[in-house]
């Protein structure tokens, strides 16, 4: 017998939903768009009239008014926190956005009562997903780089005032909603890509985090970072540099890591054909056609809100979870500190 499709409510209908989300979740049978909620007027309205459910301008109304099973949260960093809490104290199961929280503490909190409630807490990380570093994961765990000595990864593109529904009046620039810049937005991706890849933890970081460019709409400099470059280490040794900006205003969005093996190296987003590339000391040269890299442009599956619903139906723990949110929150929050105090440190456990 099929399940049925799980009853998603929308806390916030900005760009990752309108892009990304609410699409995703409308189109797969096993999931149903039930009620979206935001404070915009006429926002939630239009949301409800391309992919269906209710619309509503206050989130706790549609969590005590609507029959859910499940939320997603897509709303300024700030919100993260206390409307997860809510949610899953409401018996929901939640898929909130990265960064999960923006704090250590918040974040725990999350843990904490997801397990308390026995549901389902997923954090929108979606670069794992991608093709490309599904595939890159695939050949450092067949062994075929050898021992990973160091790598290099970027993410850099225009910034959030050409992506985000309200432009560089968007919270993004506000430090009381955003309080982190570059950071929290790609950063997070970056630091959590790199657990994934290396399948290890960070142990210390350091580097330069700055203001260089952006400006609120009055002409402002923004309260947040927008350049980020970092340099890291890992358990093992490893080292490392994550490289993100907000200010790349060339045609196209960067996306890219290189990791250095003992028998070679490994480019991956870098040639548009072959989202991975392995050239090996021998001379051997591996290239796998593996798609496009999503961009902020060039919008593809992400597989984020498919993969919970399947969690949720199927009763399977969401590997993004709670646990890897607060590893990699933790990495850029510990960043964020030793850039401020201008040294490396060490990134508590
Ligand atoms: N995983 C990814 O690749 C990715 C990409 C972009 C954004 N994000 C994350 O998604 C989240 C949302 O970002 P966005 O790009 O959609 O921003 P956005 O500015 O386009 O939209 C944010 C929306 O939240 C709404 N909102 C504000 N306060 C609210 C509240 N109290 N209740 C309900 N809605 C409220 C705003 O009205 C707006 O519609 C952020 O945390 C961001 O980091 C993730």
Redesign the pocket.
Same mark, same amino acid.
């Given at each position: 017998m099929p399940k049925p499709p799980v009853r998603y409510g929308f806390? #916030?209908?900005?760009?990752?939903?309108?892009r990304?989300h609410l699409p995703e979740c409308a189109a797969n049978p096993a999931s149903v768009v039930a009620a979206i909620? @935001?404070?915009?007027k006429g926002?939630a309205a239009e949301q409800a009239q391309r992919f269906g459910g209710a619309a509503w301008r =206050? %989130?706790q109304t549609m969590l005590d008014e609507a029959d859910l099973d499940a939320v997603v949260v897509?709303?300024? =960093?700030a919100?993260?926190a206390p409307?997860t809490l809510a949610a899953l104290r409401r018996g929901l199961h939640v898929l909130v956005?990265?960064?999960m929280a923006t704090t250590r503490d918040q974040a725990k909190q999350m843990i904490a009562a997801a397990k308390k409630a026995q549901r389902y807490l997923m954090v #929108?990380? =979606?670069?794992r997903l991608m093709p490309a570093h599904v595939k890159a994961r695939e050949v450092l765990q067949r062994g075929t780089l050898g021992r990973v000595l160091a790598f290099e990864t970027s993410f850099k593109h225009g910034g959030?005032d050409g %992506?985000?529904? @309200?432009g560089a009046a $968007? %919270?993004?620039f506000k430090k009381k909603?955003a309080v982190l810049g570059v950071n929290?937005?790609l950063g997070i991706?970056k630091a959590d890509l790199m657990r994934y890849l290396l399948g290890e933890e960070f142990t210390h970081v350091g580097g330069q985090v700055t203001t260089r460019d952006k400006k609120r709409p009055d002409g402002r400099p923004i309260p947040v970072d927008d350049n980020a470059w970092l340099t890291l280490k890992t358990e093992s040794g490893v080292v490392g540099s994550i490289n993100i900006s907000w200010t790349h205003y060339g045609r196209h969005e960067a996306n890219g890591t290189t990791l250095f093996g003992e028998h070679g190296v490994m480019r991956i987003g870098e040639d548009p054909r072959f989202g991975v590339v392995i050239d090996l000391k021998n001379g051997d040269q591996e290239c796998h056609a593996v798609g496009a890299m999503a961009s =902020?442009t060039h919008q593809v599956a $992400?597989g984020?809100i498919d993969g919970f619903t399947d969690n949720i139906q199927r009763r399977r723990p969401p590997s993004i979870n709670g646990i890897e949110g607060y590893r990699a929150l933790n990495v850029i929050l510990t960043a964020v500190e030793a850039a401020k105090e201008g040294k490396t440190k060490r990134i508590p456990r």
């Amino acid at each position: 017998m099929p399940k049925p499709p799980v009853r998603y409510g929308f806390v #916030g209908a900005g760009a990752i939903a309108q892009r990304r989300h609410l699409p995703e979740c409308a189109a797969n049978p096993a999931s149903v768009v039930a009620a979206i909620a @935001d404070p915009v007027k006429g926002r939630a309205a239009e949301q409800a009239q391309r992919f269906g459910g209710a619309a509503w301008r =206050n %989130w706790q109304t549609m969590l005590d008014e609507a029959d859910l099973d499940a939320v997603v949260v897509a709303t300024p =960093n700030a919100l993260h926190a206390p409307q997860t809490l809510a949610a899953l104290r409401r018996g929901l199961h939640v898929l909130v956005e990265k960064p999960m929280a923006t704090t250590r503490d918040q974040a725990k909190q999350m843990i904490a009562a997801a397990k308390k409630a026995q549901r389902y807490l997923m954090v #929108g990380m =979606n670069q794992r997903l991608m093709p490309a570093h599904v595939k890159a994961r695939e050949v450092l765990q067949r062994g075929t780089l050898g021992r990973v000595l160091a790598f290099e990864t970027s993410f850099k593109h225009g910034g959030p005032d050409g %992506w985000s529904v @309200d432009g560089a009046a $968007s %919270w993004f620039f506000k430090k009381k909603l955003a309080v982190l810049g570059v950071n929290g937005d790609l950063g997070i991706h970056k630091a959590d890509l790199m657990r994934y890849l290396l399948g290890e933890e960070f142990t210390h970081v350091g580097g330069q985090v700055t203001t260089r460019d952006k400006k609120r709409p009055d002409g402002r400099p923004i309260p947040v970072d927008d350049n980020a470059w970092l340099t890291l280490k890992t358990e093992s040794g490893v080292v490392g540099s994550i490289n993100i900006s907000w200010t790349h205003y060339g045609r196209h969005e960067a996306n890219g890591t290189t990791l250095f093996g003992e028998h070679g190296v490994m480019r991956i987003g870098e040639d548009p054909r072959f989202g991975v590339v392995i050239d090996l000391k021998n001379g051997d040269q591996e290239c796998h056609a593996v798609g496009a890299m999503a961009s =902020n442009t060039h919008q593809v599956a $992400s597989g984020v809100i498919d993969g919970f619903t399947d969690n949720i139906q199927r009763r399977r723990p969401p590997s993004i979870n709670g646990i890897e949110g607060y590893r990699a929150l933790n990495v850029i929050l510990t960043a964020v500190e030793a850039a401020k105090e201008g040294k490396t440190k060490r990134i508590p456990r």
